[in-house]
């Protein structure tokens, strides 16, 4: 990992012209960033991109497999969820090709990746530069040219050199590049640096995630949850790994890479901004049964009038324009999700207040504080844009208060099925608990348990419990914070309260059994205590539940009674 | 309330000129509504108005908090629910501006009204005064003059004056005024009344509704269900009063708003027609649990053909029109259900049968008789615009038959559970059953169980019973009824078949556990009649299960036992 | 069935022209079905579609009620479901009507039909003829006259006529017909053979999954699953046959209708390709507990990109060109599964590896087969459109894996319920399991029991164990596919691992009740083997637990003993 970033930096530092003293001017990177890398505002493009790099190639700060890295292998998969840890050029393609023939032999063996590119602004550099103040996209050119300053900052562009195109070759081996790429030793995936390298700004934004989320209470570790730091949240994740079955557990990899690559949001070869401005990019992962925001937002008005309405948005003009020039009538993701303070960044977690998961610890309390309330007045302003303030704040209050109920609801049944752990009468707890795999430590109502379930760990209430909480109450509270009305009825609410029924009643019935199992342990004590015991298996007389010994084919003494009793035990 | 209604008749009686003898000529407005309101077809546009109004705001009719108001209090985002009887004007916003200024002022303070309403009609009447019969929106000319001709009835338009547009001051304060509005005193939210002082065609076929519906044997409340009185409907639910969750109780009121307001179907501001054209309108309120029209149609052919073809769809042009004109290659929620004898409506519920509950009482019984058949003809009417009359009747009989399956089953469930609460038996049913709050009365298998919960009311087997009625026969019934096919596997059926399983299971270990507790009673009797007691706690003999006292330290006489009979009692 | 087939072939016979020396000339027809029609690929067009359709209406190879026949009987709505069995002409309508009178009178009696008409290629073959090679459409040319010497070889068009439109009375009549159409006598609705009669190339197409899917072990029969005999697979199920909610058990038959029909995918009346070359086609089928290729897909960064992308879609152009010429960013469901060696054609089945369902006995050993390693090279193939061949084998790997977890899982949770069934211990099993209706058997864990329930058949813990493989293990698989990450969390794999935990706890509370079961049958038959037995209810002294009679009103001898051991027996 350290080679690497050495190496990537040794490539810089050799650049062919070293840049002037131009400015990485990004007044939407937030200050917190800049001080945690020990910058100033000053601090050039070049000085700015390496402090970034070094961090986010640092295994200390979160890249690579982990702290628990010695648990878990990677499978052959695992090459595009984490590229720079387990990406090799293929060893069985002999091609060393230019940027030409790059382009051309894909046409054929691949071509899906050329059509898009071809349609990409990456392909058509010159039309950006040949766009007026009348188009939509106007604002790209001055992007361009920021971009051309960064790479000249970072050797990688001539003094007065354009950048022709970004082709395959550029991201895949190097950018600007003239030289050929030998697959087998020099092709990469793209990862988040590759497109930081031209990207500065987007790259820096999305990195100060790691900066700008922090907890009074460290509810959640520095910097998270966010996208900056989402395979980090993912492989650190004790079931993660320490499960045998590696698809399933990667499973959740599948979303968590927005921090080793852009590509979720950005899909491949086309890159297009206007189709990443569209809702249904979040959905890929923001939607499911502990993070159910696309189900929400789609049924809500905010979604169907998306729906209803997008064909006429304008998605080629920036996000901050969009309403009011661009006939967006109704909101996307991004649109509000994006936005901190009037601006549009990459850093989407400036406003986070519940952050999902109502039943983390610290969170329900922290809803009343300073530092919540700094985030809900953002909210607030947000909302304004299409809302008045006394809606956004009368909507605020009611889902503050509706994902209270929630919490109280699941607190009582909370308390039942924790009372029966502590007794140790969870079905099977003494009998049938195996201990979950290292570095999984067993406990009552825990993550692993929807991931891996051996024996009676976890007992079905339990993990009835557990689901109540990571996926009705936060379907409740994603519902509300959405304007889903289903939250009442469809999801969350109804869900809860089934599971508050059947928990209840589960309760109740053990209960009974232990109440009827004690009536016949008071039979079975008051039978080894009468003055004769038979076995009924085989017309014998034994002696009771002792054991299965001490055979008596005559009569017995009443003396032998305190005896027996001792035995007993129970 | 009361004070409310002749305040605005007072602005009406009061308007600068006073209206001749136009008619409220109306032939889509059904008979029963100029019954209901004593009214002829030649009353004229004020009378209508004012009549309808009157019922309207009319308390015992249906407006505000209903027959169990006093035991609910609003919260603050329940302004938004019933504007009528909830909103204040903000005392905090202390301008008075004129029509001008609201608009000046708003483009900064809340860009997305201002934006959507500028592209709305209501800013642009003059682009509809010169609209030419080869315009598809031409109609909406004659519609515009229509209005003008209501709006001189009641007094707000001079002779001769057009209405120069709607602006915020129209909806806000009073349409057409002249005045400056004091945001402290005068603003108020648009409800249903507000938009129908224009739009009183269409506030008359909405009102209608609470004519047009009624049930041979009141299966169901006059006028309900429906759009008209869905307030009144939800909050004279008990359980909606009684429950203390109060964010929870308003999931609800959500969607049940349409009695008071227009803007769920007519989002504001831009009151876009062709948007509230597409069948995305109605899947805000009509999907989820208990009422799954949205994924049933979603997912029927018709619905995935509306999702392919749509774009092409031309939405300008009127209902009735799509199919021949608009390119309409398959139904929308509204070509079916505005549609009543060829004519589109406000009305939605002139065809109802079902009235989507199958497990109502009555409900299925009525099915065959004059009252259904006479909807069902109107609905094969409406089908054999794309289908044969065989086709229809053939679905329509498969349909009633399907559902009648489903109730079968639901039978035999109830049947079972029933049996179960009659001896006491639901789980916990004589030891740990909380009453509801009040106004709530307790009962078997009751609505309020899916909203609130405690202790073992509901018991886990009476609620999965009521589910099965309340949601999955009702989606067995709605997929039928929308041609989903998934009704046997996926939801409905399935679900039904899955809780009959597990009710039936539920049901004979329960049987076991009885006959358990028997054997274990009967020894117990057995041992209380036994010659000697021990307890097992202390090795001392003790006088069995006969309260904890006698302690006996020696023998005992036979002589006991008759008497220990009748002290164990049970 | 055979009389039909014998009327359809005289009427070829009796054409007016018998055709000359064209051949059938169709590439795309896989070899398997010329030689399972013992064909040359020089037979002409008339052979072929002979050869074709004798097949197709041949009751021993699919046709018709299926080998359950006698079992069920069809309700009035299966005249659509399987045309050639059940649709008689309407007696109702009297009307003899020539190919123009009947579009006038339709256009009034259901205008849906002849509007979609209109927009049809059906409708407008002109247009086809006039196309140049810059139209999207240009392709169509050469078919039509594909078509026209097809019906010329079937003797349905003259030397060197053109056939003019293809209007209602071709399809609900005959092709190309001059005579008038009694409604009573002649109508019929179209059959995938009538369509099949122009499109003979889609037809023999279609009919090839017939030949071309074989497992090697008989996992599944003989050119199962297609779509070719879906209609079979359908009623040839038992339970299908012997339920008696007949509109239940069509619920299947919804979707289970392509092998008599066409227009699941080419909906009435417009047949356009461009819509049935989108994903929501599919959608009506594929989607559902069982079978979630929609949602798993549309979930997906496959789907959601189209979803964000598909406007700009070329749909006019042919599948094989879409990703180079027509935009195509994203797969569609088509183009990956009507893909097979690089063309498109109506076998989709050719790829078939898993064939859904993970659990059919003989599927998982098969997947590590020379058989299913040309098919995985052929999927290899299709991603290579738009992945790299080392990405695509991962992925495959991956999904393959991540499927045999889930069998695993589920193995662990079938060996508990199999062997509680073996005890004889499934709820009810001993006491309360009526046998399923004829023709079906009663077994462990049967697909009947998704369907049909009574008593305790099934028990909760074995149907519970049935959807863990039927929807979970499915879901699971399927998500997996297409590369849906909800697998782990929200459908698929936490599905099963809740399914594990309740079967877990169900087993573990049996053997706690068995145990306790036990103690007391202990204390039971010690209290029968005891000195004095007295019955509880009326005070008397009873022999036990044996039978009821023997009153004993005085003393008891030790030698009664022995003979009451007896007695007991158990």
New interface residues.
């Given amino acids: 990992m350290t080679n690497k970033f050495w190496l990537r930096c040794g490539l810089v530092v050799c650049g062919v012209l070293l840049a002037g003293a131009a400015q990485a001017d990004f007044p939407t990177v937030p200050k917190e960033t800049y001080e945690a890398l020990k910058l100033d505002r000053s601090a050039d493009p070049k000085q700015l991109y390496e402090a970034l790099l070094k961090r986010y190639l640092d295994p200390a700060q979160g890249a690579g497999k982990g702290m628990y890295g010695q648990y878990w292998e990677p ?3 695992s ?2 969820f984490d590229p720079n840890t387990f990406y090799k050029p ?1 060893k069985s393609v002999k091609e060393i090709a230019t940027r030409e023939q790059c382009v051309k032999c894909h046409t054929d ?5 050329v ?2 590119w071809k ?1 990409s602004t990456h392909a058509n550099l010159d039309k950006i530069r040949k766009l007026t103040p009348k188009d939509d996209t106007y604002y790209k050119k001055a992007k361009l040219e920021d971009i051309e300053t960064t790479l000249r900052s970072l050797g990688k562009l001539g003094k007065g050199e354009q950048l022709k195109e970004v082709g395959c070759i550029d991201c895949h081996y190097d950018i600007n590049t003239k030289k050929k790429a030998d697959h087998r030793q020099d092709i990469r995936l793209a990862t988040a640096d590759t497109c930081g390298t031209c990207h500065l700004q987007e790259f820096a934004e999305r990195e100060s995630e790691r900066d700008t989320i922090t907890w009074p209470k460290d509810q959640w570790p520095k910097g998270r949850p966010s996208h900056a730091l989402d395979y980090r949240a993912n492989v650190e994740v004790d079931v993660y790994a320490g499960m045998s ?8 990899t ?2 968590h890479v927005n921090q080793n690559k852009c590509d ?1 949001c950005h ?1 491949r070869h ?1 890159f ?1 901004v206007a ?1 990443s401005r ?1 809702s ?2 979040c ?3 923001h ?4 993070h159910n925001n ?1 189900e929400a937002y789609s ?3 905010h979604g ?2 998306y ?3 997008k ?1 006429k948005f304008n998605f080629n003009i920036q996000i901050k324009d969009a ?2 020039k661009g ?1 967006q ?2 909101p996307t993701c991004q649109s509000c999700h994006l936005e901190y303070q009037g601006k549009i960044t990459h850093n989407v977690v400036r406003k986070v207040r519940w952050a999902n998961y109502p039943f983390v610890p610290g969170i329900r309390e922290n809803i009343s504080s300073d530092w919540a309330d700094k985030r809900l007045d953002a909210w607030v302003k947000t909302c ?5 303030e ?2 956004a ?3 605020m ?3 503050d ?2 994902t209270f ?2 919490l ?1 609801k699941y607190d009582e049944a909370h308390d039942i099925v924790h009372k029966q752990f502590e007794a140790g009468l969870l ?2 707890q003494k ?2 608990r195996p201990a979950p795999p290292a570095p999984v430590k067993d406990g009552f109502e825990q993550f692993f ?5 051996k ?2 760990n ?4 339990e ?1 009835r419990l557990f ?1 109540m909480a990571e996926d009705h109450l936060v379907q409740l509270h994603v519902s ?1 914070a959405h ?1 889903y ?6 999801v969350g ?2 869900a809860m ?2 599971a ?3 928990i ?3 309760d ?2 053990l209960k ?2 232990l109440a ?2 004690e ?19 085989d ?1 014998k007389i034994t002696l ?2 002792v054991g299965g010994g001490m055979l008596l084919t005559g009569t017995l003494a009443l003396a032998g009674w ?1 005896r027996r ?1 001792k035995n ?1 035990g ?1």
């Fill in positions: 499978v052959s998969f090459r595009y293929p063996e691949s071509p899906g990746w059509a898009a349609r079955q590696r698809e399933i557990a990667d499973g959740c599948g979303c979720t899909a086309d297009s189709e569209k249904e990019v959905a890929q992962c939607s499911g049964a502990d696309w049924l809500s008005k169907l009038k729906q209803r309405d064909e309403i009011a006939g009538s109704a304004t844009q299409c809302h008045s006394t809606y704040r009368a909507w209050e009611f889902m208060k509706g109920s929630g109280d079905t099977g009998t049938n348990q929807i991931y891996w379930s024996g009676n976890p007992a079905a209430i993990l689901e509300l304007q009305w289903g939250y009442t009825y469809t609410w109804a309260n089934r508050y029924v059947e209840q009643d589960e109740t019935k009974e059994k009827l199992q009536r016949v342990a008071k039979l079975e004590a008051h039978r080894t205590s009468s003055l004769f015991d038979f076995d009924s298996t017309g009771g539940s305190s009793k007993n129970k």
